[in-house]
Nanobody, 116 residues
Framework: QVQLVESGGGLVQSGGSLRLSCAAS????????MGWYRQPAGAQRVLVAA???????VYADSVKGRFTVSRDDRKATAYLQVSSLKPEDTAVYYC??????????WGQGTQVTVSP
């Protein structure tokens, strides 16, 4: 079983930045695909960005150019650098992982709130 723990969320003004972290344990981190989802209040959870075990990345169109996903397998940690934040980025951000795809394991989420 893979355990994921997110951190780094908070309250930030529009245009600001945060770095979200996702620490993985219970498996060899380098073999995992890692992803970030977000869920605004009252809305569905959607994929924001993902990075494969080989380092390939994908992004939702709404965050391209503003968010960057990365990983440090020596630290068993994935990151999501969120920049140029907008109020519509406000959501609970979840880390997810799996082998061959994300979505098998989930963290508890971290709240990001962007004030106008």
């Amino acid at each position: 079983q893979v355990q994921l723990v997110e951190s780094g969320g908070g309250l930030v003004q529009s245009g600001g930045s945060l770095r979200l972290s996702c620490a993985a344990s219970g498996a060899t981190a380098s073999t995992l695909d890692m992803g970030w989802y977000r869920q605004p209040a009252g809305a569905q959870r959607v994929l924001v960005a993902a990075i494969s075990s080989g380092g390939s990345t994908v992004y939702a169109d709404s965050v391209k150019g503003r968010f960057t996903v990365s990983r440090d397998d020596r630290k068993a940690t994935a990151y999501l650098q969120v920049s140029s934040l907008k109020p519509e980025d406000t959501a609970v951000y979840y880390c997810s992982s799996g082998w061959g795809r994300v979505g098998a394991f989930w963290g508890q989420g971290t709240q990001v709130t962007v004030s106008p």
